[in-house]
């Protein structure tokens, strides 16, 4: 394994780790483990007798009852320990690649007010489009007015349907790219994604 193909894999790594953060499964997931926290300071409110009886009949004899209270403190013991080092980690993980990441962070948000100011600047009703259908409204009219058919004029006149429906595309296309752009920036794996092919094409153009 090459160096850069070690790097690539330890960024998505990450990455990775950081996106799972914000999946439909952790919000799932948090609200089942309440449920489970309030149950246990539930349980643990109740008389302890009651629970070694109830423990006794779970799992047939005190003796099993003793073992399997004491598989459970050593597993919570073992995910406490896991989960104390997974905070360390993942802090570590969101530090680090915000710093990298800064640049490829920093474009997509200009990107974005970029994208969203364009959309604007097409779709109100001054804005690039409504003036240039006016222009050509203007132009025809002129045209005419100067001796030419309206058939021939509408063929002559500048700016020209080509151009109008050029900038109608443009405001049609604008949403999907607002769209990838935002999910860009939620995504720590796509900024990787970007940072790492930003980095290969200025390593081979240098």
């Known amino acids: 394994m090459t160096d850069n193909t070690a790097n690539r894999d330890t960024l998505m790594d990450r990455a990775d780790r950081l996106d799972a953060l914000g999946s439909p499964e952790r919000r799932e997931w948090i609200e089942l483990i309440r449920k489970a926290d309030r149950l246990r300071r539930e349980l643990s409110g109740l008389p302890a007798q009651g629970r070694f009886t109830a423990a006794i ?11 399997a ?25 969101r530090r ?21 100011e364009r959309q604007k600047a097409l779709e109100s009703d001054r804005g690039e489009i409504a003036r240039t259908r006016a222009a050509r409204s203007a132009a025809i009219a002129s045209l005419v007015e100067a001796g030419l058919p309206l058939r021939m004029a509408d063929r002559q006149a500048k700016p020209t349907l080509i151009d109008i429906e ?9 949403p999907g790219e607002i769209e990838r752009n935002s999910t860009l920036l939620t995504s720590y794996a796509g900024r990787v994604e970007l940072h790492l092919s ?6 081979e153009a240098a």
């Not at 209270?69 to 993980?93: C, G, M, P």
């Not at 930003?198 to 390593?203: A, K, L, R, S």
Request: proline share 1%; hydrophobic share 35%.
């Open 57 to 67: 009949a779970q799992h047939g004899s005190s003796q099993d009852a003793l073992r």
């Open 69 to 93: 209270v004491q598989f459970e403190v050593d597993a919570l013991t073992e995910r406490l320990k896991e989960a104390t080092e997974s905070k360390v980690v993942i802090e570590n993980d």
């Open 96 to 116: 680090e690649l915000d710093d990298i990441l800064n640049p490829i962070t920093t474009q997509l948000i200009t990107k974005g007010r970029t994208l969203f």
């Open 166 to 174: 050029g900038l109608e595309q443009e405001l049609a296309d604008l």
């Open 198 to 203: 930003q980095t290969t094409h200025d390593e």
